[in-house]
């Protein structure tokens, strides 16, 4: 395997320019876009190609490559379906948090009102760290 050795990226046009460690610094490590309902609900990732479901609200999302250490950051987002008129719930109000970050995996759950698990058709996560 090659390495290359550069001070700064630049595109095409000469503009835009990243050092390698704004791009390490500033890239996501992971990401995934899923449906929780489903045990195949994956519908694009990268660095995140499987999830365990836990139950109801609770996922484990495992590395395909492994994390240097747990001091990575997770954000996440969602909500309970892809049109919110058919939600059923007033406010389709979701709250998730990472929790148990390992080099491998991380569990995320996925609240309504910070009180009732619940699936959701859109979860989006993005993972940011080493």
């Known amino acids: ?3 290359l050795k550069v001070g700064t990226i ?3 046009d000469g503009v835009n320019p990243s050092t390698a460690e704004q ?3 500033g890239r996501a490590t992971a990401w995934i ?3 929780g309902r489903f045990s ?3 519908r694009d990732d990268f660095n995140l190609s499987s999830f365990t479901d836990l139950g109801t ?3 484990t999302f495992s590395f395909d490559n492994a994390m240097a250490n747990t001091n990575y950051c997770v954000v996440s987002s969602g909500h309970l379906s ?3 008129s058919d939600a059923g719930v007033a406010g389709n109000a979701r709250e998730m948090g990472a929790y148990i970050l390992t080099t491998t995996n991380f569990k995320l759950v996925v609240t309504y009102n910070g009180q009732t698990t ?3 058709a859109n979860i989006f996560c993005a993972v940011f760290g080493n």
Do not use: E, H, L, P
Request: hydrophobic content about 20%.
């Open 1 to 3: 395997m090659s390495t």
């Open 10 to 12: 630049q595109d095409t």
């Open 23 to 25: 791009i390490s610094k």
């Open 33 to 35: 876009n899923f449906d």
């Open 40 to 42: 195949d609900g994956i």
């Open 57 to 59: 609200g609770k996922y």
């Open 82 to 84: 892809r049109n919110d």
């Open 118 to 120: 619940q699936d959701a």
